[in-house]
């Protein structure tokens, strides 16, 4: 089956810039999105279509595609930017039109 | 804004069938390209994909649930559905319904989610 692939967890201190990755072989056709989760909160669409910030998002979420890997990257974190951050895509083939990676957990210094 | 919100029972036993309403507020799902679906998160662990329903009037299913999923519409009622037929305790999990406007494969608007626990 389709897979996207995170690290675990990611840390920054504030005001620093946490990038977090999601690698998959369909990522060069196919576009991802990037979802924030709060504690205890449905998910938030941070990032569509690799790169496009949705309404309301601020500036400091930014999303870049190159080759098989997907990038968030915060600008600046701020300590309400604690999170899990997921990424989410489909596989080429159609068996799968959503896909999730198994989530990224930010943790503010 | 659209607002979406799910309902249905909170308990059931091993070997029922699990039934989801998801009514959407704010929209026609008649309207604009929807892609409709339903997302489960089991306690502690991760988001994954149930199923979805496409405003073509296609529906997809996980690989891993296909079996024991059935996802449908009621435009009529701004609703869509999900059954899941044999649950087990690794069924128990926030069910959340999300759904695009735009015909892409993704979800920019979710519901609050739902706690369904099975027990055995």
């Known amino acids: 089956s389709y897979e996207l692939t995170q690290p675990p967890s990611v840390s920054v201190s504030p005001g620093q810039t946490a990038r977090i990755t999601c690698s998959g072989k369909a990522l060069p056709k196919q576009y991802g999105y990037w979802y924030q989760q709060k504690a205890g909160q449905a998910p938030v669409l941070v990032i569509s279509?690799?790169?496009e910030r949705p309404s309301g998002i601020p500036e400091r979420f930014s999303g870049s595609s190159s080759g098989t890997t997907l990038t968030l990257t915060i600008s600046g974190v701020q300590a309400e930017d604690e999170a899990d951050y997921y990424c989410?895509?489909?596989?080429?083939?159609?068996?799968?039109?959503?896909?999730f990676g198994r989530g990224t957990k930010l943790t503010v210094l | 804004q659209l607002q979406l919100q799910e309902s249905g029972p909170g308990l059931l036993k091993s070997s029922e069938t699990l039934s989801l309403t998801c009514s959407v507020s704010?929209?026609?799902?008649?309207?604009?390209?929807?892609?409709c679906g339903w997302i489960r998160q089991p306690p502690g662990k991760g988001l994954e994909w149930v199923g979805s329903?496409?405003?073509?009037?296609?529906?997809f299913y996980s690989p891993s649930l296909e079996s024991r999923v059935i996802i449908s519409v009621d435009t009529s009622k701004n609703q869509f559905f999900l059954k899941l037929s044999s649950v087990t305790a690794a069924d128990t999990a926030v069910y959340y319904c999300?759904?695009?406007?735009?015909?892409?494969?993704?979800?920019?608007?979710w519901g609050q989610g739902t706690l369904v626990n099975i027990s055995s």
């Open positions: 329903y496409s405003y073509t009037g296609s529906t």
């Open positions: 279509q690799n790169s």
């Open positions: 704010g929209d026609s799902i008649r309207n604009n390209y929807y892609f």
């Open positions: 989410q895509s489909s596989d080429d083939y159609g068996s799968a039109p959503v896909v």
């Open positions: 999300a759904t695009s406007r735009n015909g892409y494969k993704h979800f920019d608007y």
